[in-house]
C-alpha cells in the first residue's frame, strides 16, 4: 500500500510545482515583475524560503516593481517564521550547537523587528513587531544564562 504524503509534503509539492509554473511566466515575459511576486509568497509560505523571497522581490524591483508595505510584511513574516523554527531547534541542541542556533534566530528576530517597524499600522505588523522583540529578548536571556 502506498502511503497518503502528508500535508506538508503536499504543499511543499505543489508550491515547488507553482514555482516551476511562475518560473515559466517569467522566461515568457521577461519584463514582467509579475511572476516574481508570485514567486516570492510561494517561497515564503509554500517552501520557508525567506531569502529566495528576498531574491524575488529584488528580481521584481529590477524590472521596475516598487516595494509596498505587502512586500515589507511578507519578508517580515519569513524571517520571523524561520527564526521560529531556528529557535525550536537550539532548544534540542547544547553546547556550541546550541547558542549557534540561538545566534541565528537572534539574527533572522532582528530582521523581522527590521522590517514590521516600517508598517507598525499595516495589518498584524504591530503583534508580529513586539512578538519578535519578545523572542530577542528570550534568546538574549537564555544566551546569558548558557555562558553562566
Known sequence: ??????????????????????????????????PFLGMAVTQVYGLGDVDGAAASIDEAVKRGYSWTRREVALLGDGYMRRAGSTRRRAQLLTGEQRRRELGRARTDFDRCVAFFERIVEFGKSAAHLETCKANIQRIDRQLSADEG
Open 1 to 34: 500500500l502506498a502511503q497518503r504524503p502528508q500535508p506538508a509534503a503536499a504543499v511543499v509539492g505543489l508550491s515547488k510545482a507553482a514555482l516551476d509554473t511562475f518560473r515559466e511566466a517569467a522566461d515568457a515575459a521577461q519584463a514582467s515583475f509579475d
